[in-house]
Every structure is written in structure tokens, then in C-alpha cells.
């Protein structure tokens, strides 16, 4: 079993390892016909986000680190109700539609989105998940990169239409030396990777066609029957979606955000991206031209393609256990979508050679850039990324990751931590399991263990200010109350939320909170100083979160307070930007000077 899981490890680095040269030969250069995506589209949830993302791809393009001779774009959710990957996917169609009229219907076109709050890993809200550093590359790569570099083969081997992904998961995959992948078949393609049925009930899992190989190959073109999303394990057996691991002989069957399925197991193919053709893409924009505005949520998978395969029912339109939130039209809505692809084939390319991974939570974060994951050894991630730092601490197969950081030699930073984009001095201890995001922190400093930090610069009234969000790495921030009497079932770094107003000196009142006020969270609770300098505001907030470590009081009475909420909203891009390319300026600059001296 741990030779199969080695042999596939080394598959799957070697596998990308290629892709990433391939991509790293394109950055800066003009690609030619055929060679790379025509359109590479990004969705942003608002107006704000849409700028961000904006303003980011501008540095990387002027930085000549993309490809060149490529649309980029950025296309924002209209105002209003929530719609969703699916909705958001209706109306990057019809910004295509109108940028392009019947232009669109000869490009390839990648769509990604991005265009979540990214709650669960808040270092990426203020300039999105797409562009979350990873710890490897020079300059470091960002997940947009990582996409682009991972789908490298794509382009060539695909028909005119539009691949769609997630800006948070990332696919390894392995196939033969002559073989790729290709999206030429009319309808939907998906990927499909082997899965534990415990991932499955997470995830959309396809009942294939029986087919009669003989063998399993890394590569395989199937037919789905019908696709379940977010399925129970009951169902995945009802509906006959579980294989047995024992065909599989010759390699380990592990899916990557699990420990890996024994021989003789059951497993389930479990979905990640998906194609369509021009043709099922017009389809689906006569269809959001026909309803107009949308004033519910849509899921690109759990929506699209369960209308899919010749097993395909209408029941799941009536089944709202996996929906955030249920709007009155959603059932008819997604009756309209089933009625309008039923029919529409689901083709799967079977990749028994791949591993699934998703970074979009602090826990999934940290497990894999800090631990002896094999997504680290897979993707050849670097404990010290692009940095300025001396000593990289060990222990028990963990370690630290600093990215793209200057940090002092006599700073501290224990195991399982990661640290990105921040300047720490020489008295600064980072605890254990912590995130250290844009921060700069100058005189002595404590961060406890299992800490979240990270600072965002702010554009108040015309003036540059800065607040830094500080909680507990496993806090929930969407959990939410509709009351004020209900706040003491949040917890704040593991503590009553009501205990820590008390350690803070303020008073639960609707002025408390921002936004909604009969949704109640540590997500709009107004509880993080607003202050004049960088480093003023990451001290003052982990004197809030030492106070609640140690029970002691520290009152935020005399400073302005803002929400997570509030900040995105004042967030000043351009200078957090600035700020991370003068530590790239200054990094590049001492490697130089290193590089002098040493010849």
C-alpha cells in the first residue's frame, strides 16, 4: 500500500512539475493561436471586489507574470439577492454575449469563481481567493497562477466553449505520455476522481455507465447515468454510484483530502471542473435572457448537472438540505433548468490517476502548508517561500511556512503556522497553528497560539488608516444569531462572545454590529480598532486578543471599531498592494546583494 501511494506521489509531481515549466515558459510572453486560453474570466461578488480583482491583474499583466495576448476579465454579480456559482455563471455569458456578440461562440474560455467573502479563510477576503499566495515560485504564485498552470494542456485538446472551476480547489492528475485530456464532446464534460464515500457525501458524486474494460487506465471516457450531488452514503449505494477498490491493483486509490482508501474498499468518483459547449452555453443564456433578474441562489453542480445523464429526475428540485438559503422561486427555477438540459448528455473523463484538494478553510490552510501533507511534496511547496528569514523551526513532521515575508532573526515562529506578506522584528513570537497575514509588527510581541491576524489597509474619509482582525484560527465566523440576547452562543477565540464584550469594555447594542442587524456575527461585530499606522493596528488588536487569552481587561472604548464587513467595504487595495511589492523589492534586492557577495 505505501509503495502505491509512492508510486502515485511521484506520478503526480512529476506530472506537475511539467505543467508548471510549461506555464512558467508563457509568463510575460505572447501566446500564439490555439496555444493558451482566448478568455480567461474571473466573478466577483460586487462592485469593490470587481476593482480588486481588477487592479491585481493589472500589477500581474504589467509585471509579466501571466501570459500575454489573453482577454482577461472580471465580471461582478449584479446588486441584489445572492445568485450563486450558477447565476454568476449566467451572467458571465451574457457579458460575453456582450463583449463579444457571436465572437465567443469560436473562444475558449476559462471561468473562474471567485466571488465569495472567502468566511472560513478571512486572508483572503480583502483581495480574493484567486489570488491566495502559495509557498513556491518567484515571484510566489497565487492560485490564479497555480489554475492556469494546472489547465495547461486544456486549450489545445478542446472545442470552442467554457471550462468552469472554483477559485479554491485545486486538481493534480496524471495520464500517459501521449495521452490528454479533451473537451470535444457536445453537452457537459466533467473530471471525475476516485473518492472515500465520506468525501463524496461533500461533493457531486457520477453513477457511470457500466462499461467492459478489461483493466482500469489512468485516463478513461465514460457516460454518466446521473450525477448526486452532496449525496448520503445511503444513496450513493442506492443508486449504485460506489465501486470496489479491487480492480485496482496496480495503484493507491486516494483521494486528496483523505487518508488513502485501502484495496478492496469502496470508493465513489467524486466531481471537480466541468465543460460545456457553445452550443449548451447558448442554451442556458436564451434561458437567463428569458427570466431576467435572479433573486435566488444557483449552483453551477448541484443545478446544472443534476439535470444531466438519462437517470436524471426531477426530485432534487425540491430538496433544499444543502441550500444556504431558501428563496420561494429556487424550486421553480430549478424545475425551469432541469426541464431545459434534460437530455443534455454528462460525459466524465476519469482521471484514476488524481487527487482532489481544497484550501479554502483555515484548517484545510494550514494542514497543507505546513504539515508533511502530499499535496506539499506534490506541488513542491517550500517551508520558506520568497522570504527573508533565517530559521525554519521542526518538529514531529511539521513545520513553519513563511511567504513572501521579511521576518527578524530573532523572531520566533513556532510549528504549523504560516506567515505571509509581513515584516516581523526581532521580539515577535508566533505561536503555534497561527495566520500572520500583511501584518507589520516592530516592538515586542506575543501572537498565542492558534491565532488569526491579519491586517487591511482602509480608506476613511480620503485618509489611509489600517485595522488589523484578530480572532482564533478556529472561530466561525458565519455562525450567526438573530438576536441580541443570543450572542453569548458566539464564541470568540473559544470564549463567550458576552465575556469578551465585558474584557472589552463595550456594550451589546445594535450599534454593535454593521449591516443586517438580525443576522449577528463575529463577521459584522464591530470589535477592531481603526488606527493611523500598519503597526499600531496589528499591537492594538493583539492586546484585544491577549486581554480574552488572559482574562484581563483592555477597553476599545476610545478607538473607532469596525466589522470584518466594514473593512472590505473602506479596503484600499492599491496600498496593501504597495506593501507587498515593497517586500518583494526588498527581498529581490537582498538576494542580489547576497548573490554579490557570495561570487
Not at 511539521?398 to 521576518?407: D, E, G, K, R
Not at 445594535?510 to 438580525?518: H, I, Q, V, W
Amino acid at each position: 500500500m505505501a509503495a502505491a501511494n509512492a508510486l502515485l506521489g511521484v506520478a503526480l509531481r512529476e506530472a506537475t512539475q511539467r505543467k508548471l515549466q510549461r506555464f512558467s515558459e508563457l509568463r510575460g510572453k505572447p501566446v500564439a493561436a490555439g496555444e493558451f486560453w482566448d478568455i480567461v474570466a474571473i466573478t466577483a461578488a460586487d462592485e469593490k471586489q470587481e476593482l480588486a480583482y481588477k487592479q491585481q491583474l493589472s500589477e500581474k499583466l504589467k509585471k509579466k507574470e501571466l501570459p500575454l495576448g489573453v482577454q482577461y476579465h472580471v465580471f461582478v454579480d449584479p446588486a441584489g439577492a445572492k445568485i450563486g456559482n450558477g447565476g454568476s455563471t449566467l451572467c458571465a455569458l451574457r457579458c460575453l454575449e456582450k463583449l463579444y456578440g457571436d465572437k465567443w461562440n469560436s473562444f475558449t474560455i476559462l471561468l473562474i469563481h471567485s466571488g465569495g467573502y472567502s468566511q472560513r479563510l478571512p486572508n483572503a477576503s480583502a483581495l480574493g481567493k484567486i489570488f491566495t499566495a502559495l509557498p513556491f515560485g518567484n515571484p510566489i504564485y497565487q492560485m490564479l497562477e497555480l489554475k492556469l498552470a494546472m489547465y495547461i494542456d486544456f486549450p489545445s485538446h478542446m472545442k470552442p466553449g467554457i471550462l468552469v472551476t472554483c477559485a479554491d480547489d485545486i486538481e493534480l492528475y496524471s495520464v500517459g505520455e501521449c495521452e490528454f485530456i479533451r473537451f470535444d464532446k457536445p453537452g457537459f464534460t466533467a473530471l471525475a476522481h476516485p473518492s472515500s464515500l465520506t468525501v463524496g457525501t461533500t461533493h457531486g458524486v457520477f453513477v457511470l455507465e457500466p462499461f467492459n474494460y478489461l483493466a482500469y487506465k489512468d485516463l478513461e471516457y465514460r457516460c454518466c447515468h446521473r450525477f448526486l450531488h452532496k449525496p448520503s452514503i445511503e444513496q450513493m449505494h442506492h443508486f449504485n454510484a460506489v465501486c470496489r477498490a479491487g480492480n485496482f491493483s496496480h495503484q493507491d486509490m486516494a483521494g486528496g483530502d483523505t487518508t488513502p482508501l485501502k484495496l478492496e474498499s469502496e470508493y465513489v468518483y467524486t466531481d471537480s471542473l466541468f465543460y460545456m459547449d457553445h452550443k449548451t452555453a447558448k442554451k442556458l443564456l436564451a434561458f437567463h435572457e428569458k427570466i431576467g433578474t435572479l433573486n435566488c441562489e444557483i449552483d453551477a453542480y448541484g443545478d446544472f448537472l443534476q439535470a444531466l445523464g438519462p437517470g436524471a429526475t426531477v426530485e432534487y428540485t425540491r430538496n433544499t438540505s444543502n441550500v444556504t438559503k431558501e428563496e420561494a422561486e429556487l424550486t421553480d427555477i430549478r424545475q425551469r433548468i432541469f426541464h431545459l438540459l434534460k437530455g443534455t448528455s454528462l460525459n466524465v473523463v476519469v482521471l484514476n490517476k488524481s487527487k482532489f484538494y481544497h484550501i479554502g478553510t483555515t484548517e484545510e490552510y494550514l494542514f497543507h502548508f505546513t504539515s508533511e501533507s502530499s499535496l506539499k511534496s506534490e506541488l513542491g511547496l517550500q517551508s520558506i517561500a520568497f522570504s527573508i528569514f533565517s530559521t525554519t523551526p521542526k518538529c514531529s513532521g511539521n513545520t513553519s511556512c513563511i511567504i513572501q515575508s521579511i521576518l527578524d532573526s530573532g523572531c520566533s515562529v513556532a510549528t504549523g503556522s504560516v506567515v505571509e506578506y509581513s515584516r516581523l522584528g526581532p521580539n515577535v513570537s508566533v505561536g503555534e497553528n497561527c495566520i500572520v497575514s500583511g501584518c507589520s509588527v516592530i516592538t515586542e510581541a506575543v501572537l498565542p497560539a492558534d491565532s488569526f491576524v491579519c491586517s487591511l489597509s482602509l480608506k476613511m474619509n480620503g485618509y489611509l488608516k489600517y485595522s488589523t482582525m484578530a480572532f482564533g484560527v478556529q472561530d466561525n465566523l458565519k455562525r450567526n444569531v438573530k438576536t441580541l440576547s443570543d450572542i453569548k452562543l458566539l464564541q470568540f477565540f473559544g470564549v463567550c462572545f458576552l465575556s469578551c464584550l465585558n474584557i472589552w469594555n463595550l456594550k451589546v447594542t445594535e450599534e454593535l454590529f454593521s449591516g443586517n442587524k438580525t443576522c449577528l456575527s463575529l463577521w459584522n461585530a464591530r470589535i477592531f480598532p481603526a488606527c493611523s499606522s500598519l503597526s499600531d493596528s496589528v499591537t492594538t488588536s493583539l492586546k484585544m486578543l491577549n486581554a480574552v487569552r488572559n482574562k484581563s481587561a483592555f477597553s476599545l472604548n476610545k478607538y473607532k471599531l469596525l466589522s470584518i464587513e466594514e473593512m472590505l467595504i473602506y479596503k484600499d487595495v492599491e496600498d496593501m498592494i504597495t506593501y507587498r511589492e515593497q517586500i518583494f523589492l526588498e527581498i529581490t534586492l537582498n538576494r542580489k546583494q547576497f548573490d554579490l557577495e557570495a561570487s
